[in-house]
C-alpha cells in the first residue's frame, strides 16, 4: 500500500492537512517509524528542510482521550470546547511545559513547533536509532541517575509544574544520561495538584528501590527541599 494510504487508514483528514502544513513549511519531511505508539499518540521520526532529525508527535482524535481529557482540562483550570480543540488543547500544553523544562536546562527534546495536534521537537537519539526507554536499558550509574532526575523534579517543581508521568516508560538514556519525555500530563503545582508530585516522587523511588540502589530520599525530604510539606 503507498504510504499515503497507510496514513489515511490511521489519520483522520484533520491530522493529515496538519502533516501537511508542517511539511510545507520544512519542519517535517518524510514520517517514517513509527517510533512510538499509544492509545494516544503516535510518534515519528522525521528530518526537517536542513535534514535535522526530529521527532514528531500526533496527538490522536479518538475517543479513548475524549474520555479523560476533560477532568483533566479542569485539573489545568481551562474550559473543555469541542472535541477536536480539546485533542489541539491538550498537544498545546505538552508542548507549553516541555518548553518550560527545555529552558530550565532539564535533560528533554528541544521543543520546535506545535501546529494544532502536532508537536515537532529534537529526536533524543542517533542516525535514526531512538535512545531507548530506560525500562529497556538500564546501563546507567544509579548513583548519578537519581540524583539527577530528583534535581529535575524539584527544579520542575520550584519553577511552578510537575511533570506528571514520570517512570522509566518516560525517560530515555541518551549516552547515559536520563532525558525526560511526554509532558502530555504535566500540570501546574498548586495544592490541588500536590498530590501528582508526591505520585512523582514515589514512582522514581519505586522505580530506583527495584534496581537495588540504596541511597533513595525519603518523599519528605525531596518536598522539603522544594518548600513543601507533606500534609498528605
Ligand atoms: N523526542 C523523542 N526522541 C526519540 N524518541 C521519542 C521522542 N519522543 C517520544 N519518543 C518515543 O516514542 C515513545 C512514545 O512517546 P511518548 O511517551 O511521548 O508518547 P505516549 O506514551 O504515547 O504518550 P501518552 O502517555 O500520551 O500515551 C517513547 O516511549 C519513545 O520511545
Ligand atoms: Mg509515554
Known amino acids: 500500500m503507498p504510504k499515503s494510504k497507510v496514513f489515511s487508514h490511521v489519520f483522520d483528514e484533520e491530522t493529515l492537512r496538519n502533516v501537511n502544513k508542517l511539511r510545507g513549511d520544512g519542519y517535517i519531511g518524510d514520517l517514517l517509524g513509527p517510533i512510538g505508539t499509544g492509545k494516544e499518540s503516535y510518534v515519528f521520526y522525521s528530518r526537517d528542510f536542513h535534514k535535522k532529525e ?4 500526533l496527538h490522536r482524535h479518538n475517543i479513548y482521550s475524549f474520555k479523560k481529557i476533560p477532568s483533566y482540562i479542569r485539573l489545568r483550570g481551562r ?8 485533542i489541539n488543547d491538550w498537544a498545546r500544553f505538552e ?3 516541555l ?12 521543543p520546535i513547533r506545535c501546529y ?5 521537537m529534537g529526536f533524543i537519539g542517533e542516525n535514526g536509532v531512538p535512545s531507548k526507554p530506560a525500562i529497556k536499558d538500564s546501563d546507567f550509574d544509579a548513583e548519578h541517575w537519581y540524583s539527577t532526575i530528583i534535581k529535575f523534579i524539584i527544579d520542575m517543581a520550584k519553577n511552578g509544574f510537575i511533570h506528571g508521568d514520570l517512570s ?5 538514556n541518551w ?14 503545582l498548586s495544592p490541588l495538584t500536590k498530590d501528582f508530585l508526591i505520585r512523582d516522587i514515589q514512582n522514581i523511588n519505586k522505580w530506583f528501590l527495584s534496581l537495588r540502589f540504596g541511597r533513595i530520599e525519603s518523599v519528605d525530604t525531596i518536598l522539603g527541599n522544594i518548600g513543601l510539606e507533606n500534609d498528605s
Open 54 to 57: 526530529v521527532a514528531v508527535k
Open 79 to 86: 474550559k473543555s470546547g469541542g472535541f477536536i480543540h480539546q
Open 95 to 97: 508542548y507549553y511545559f
Open 99 to 110: 518548553s518550560k523544562a527545555y529552558k530550565l536546562g532539564i535533560n528533554s527534546p528541544e
Open 116 to 120: 494544532e495536534n502536532i508537536i515537532v
Open 168 to 172: 522509566p516508560y518516560n525517560i530515555l
Open 175 to 188: 549516552n547515559k544520561e536520563p532525558y525526560l519525555i511526554d509532558f502530555s500530563q504535566a500540570l501546574k
